[in-house]
């Protein structure tokens, strides 16, 4: 049974940070590609970053240099660290699993999804 559960989230000053955690169950690193996506209110949902093994892809230029993520395989969880977060950040932030293996953007090639966590940028 494969799960993503996503916390993490919370309201933060501009110029905040936030670590996101995603914990997976049930996914192995070997054969799932692991991103994250947001949802702004009235937007639609768009890839932010990705991690597979031995390669990352990152898909928003506004986040370039300022979101990280990472994994950490013994405890099965990844990681989107944000720093210095502007409010055009606020959204849902989900994280996502596809079988492809291969990194992408594009939602529709993702399978499997948390129920997101709330972030919120605001002074």
């Known amino acids: 049974h494969l799960q993503l559960v996503e916390s993490g989230g919370g309201l933060v000053q501009p110029g905040g940070s936030l670590r996101l955690s995603c914990a997976t169950h049930?996914?192995?690193?070997?054969?799932?590609?692991i991103g994250w996506f947001r949802q702004a209110p009235g937007k639609e949902r768009e890839g932010v970053t990705c991690l597979t093994n031995g390669r990352k892809g990152t898909y928003l230029a506004s986040t370039t240099g300022r979101f990280f993520m990472s994994r950490d395989m013994a405890n099965n969880t990844v990681y989107l660290q944000m720093n210095n977060l502007k409010p055009e950040d606020t959204a849902v932030y989900y994280c996502?699993?596809?079988?492809?293996?291969?990194?992408?953007?594009?939602?529709?090639?993702?399978?499997?999804w948390g129920q997101g966590t709330q972030v919120s940028v605001s002074s």
């Open positions: 049930g996914i192995t690193w070997e054969t799932y590609a």
């Open positions: 996502a699993a596809s079988s492809r293996k291969f990194c992408s953007g594009d939602r529709a090639s993702y399978d499997y």
